[in-house]
């Protein structure tokens, strides 16, 4: 069925350092990955997408990486910054379903000064 | 351009009461959808809409949620009666087209059930 497994669901670093969140999708059909960041009390807003004819994606400290045979996308953040403290989500759409749009569960960024 | 409107942004009900979400799209996207999201969790789908027709509604609860969208633009969510479970952030977003389009958020109206 339909399932986006993320991890991890918390995530601790030190300013200065990487982060990593990888996600795994079913739905072989997918082709489009974005990644959500989503502040308290705020909306989730779209930060970086990947699509499938590409395995790599950068912009400024974030990158997108896709295995479409492995089916799974990860997120790297570089260089962290304590701004970048929120929780993030990626997400697939499920295409026997209307291409409808399915999260994972999240992971709490926190970066420490 | 103007973003996804949601309002309002907070409302207490009593259990039982019924409540009404409305959100205006960012214009000329066909596709809306209606995401609950419950404290810790990730948004989970409830409603997607292309125009005015409904393309998913499989984990909307029907017996106590409806949602409509009148002339394919703005949506409203309802739900009657509430339960305590329904407190929850209830997100509205919408793209050009479904599947691999580029989805926006709006801010959210956070739903406490008492």
């Known amino acids: 069925g339909e399932n986006v497994e993320q991890h991890p669901s918390t995530l601790s670093v030190q300013e200065g350092d990487s982060a990593v969140i990888k996600c795994t999708y079913s739905?072989?059909?997918?082709?489009?990955f974005p990644w959500y960041k989503q502040e308290l009390g705020k909306g989730p807003q779209l930060i970086i997408d990947i699509r499938s004819n590409v395995g790599e994606k950068k912009d400024q400290r974030i990158a997108v990486t896709l295995n479409k045979t492995a089916k799974h996308f990860s997120l790297h953040i570089t260089e962290t910054q304590p701004e970048d403290s929120a929780v993030y989500f990626c997400a697939a759409p499920y295409y026997n379903q209307g291409g409808k749009l399915i999260f994972g569960q999240g992971t709490e960024l926190s970066v420490k000064p | 351009e103007a973003g996804v409107a949601q309002s309002p942004r907070y409302k207490i009900i009593e259990k039982r009461q019924s409540v009404a979400f409305w959100c205006n799209p960012i214009s000329g996207h066909a596709t809306l959808y209606w995401y609950q999201q419950i404290l810790g969790q990730g948004p989970k789908l409830l409603i997607q809409?292309?125009?005015?027709?409904?393309?998913?509604d499989s984990q909307l609860p029907k017996d106590r949620f409806s949602a409509e969208r009148l002339k394919g633009v703005d949506s409203t969510l309802k739900i009657q009666p509430a339960k305590l479970e329904d407190s929850a952030v209830y997100l509205c977003?919408?793209?050009?087209?479904?599947?691999?389009?580029?989805?926006?958020f709006g801010q959210g109206t956070r739903l406490t059930v008492v």
């Open positions: 977003a919408s793209s050009q087209q479904g599947g691999g389009a580029e989805a926006f």
């Open positions: 739905d072989s059909a997918s082709n489009y």
């Open positions: 809409f292309q125009n005015n027709g409904v393309v998913d």
